[in-house]
């Protein structure tokens, strides 16, 4: 069993940043993986981030590579999600997510290959 907390969510302007934490307990921190992805209004979820479970390999789409960042801190089992240069797409709300099964990387954009999810954090980002 894994908990995850998502916080640092908030109203922001074009061009600003925010970092997102996501706070892990139960099972050992680094024995799973862990994804941001975000969901905005009508639309389906989609990843913006993901780190391995020793945080040595990160992969983010083209749409926020270079402006989002994720690591991991193991003495906090906690997660974030550094968002600069912040854009009205980005609005949505973001959910950190944990894949404890071992899912191979080229699957890890999916949804549906992670078992346990947060409850989300709105960032809303205005012109």
């Known amino acids: 069993q894994v908990q995850l907390v998502e916080s640092g969510g908030g109203l922001v302007q074009a061009g600003g940043s925010l970092r997102l934490s996501c706070a892990a307990s139960g099972r050992t921190f680094s024995t799973y993986s862990i994804g941001w992805f975000r969901q905005a209004p009508g639309k389906e979820r989609e990843v913006v981030a993901r780190i391995s479970r020793s945080g040595g390999v990160t992969s983010y789409p083209d749409s926020v590579k270079g402006r989002f960042t994720i690591s991991r801190d193991g003495a906090k089992n906690t997660v974030y999600l550094q968002m600069n240069n912040l854009k009205t797409e980005d609005t949505a709300v973001y959910y950190c997510?944990?894949?404890?099964?071992?899912?191979?990387?080229?699957?890890?954009?999916?949804?549906?290959?992670?078992?346990?999810w947060g409850q989300g954090t709105q960032v809303t980002v205005s012109s």
């Open positions: 997510a944990a894949d404890t099964i071992g899912s191979p990387p080229t699957k890890l954009h999916n949804p549906l290959e992670y078992d346990y």
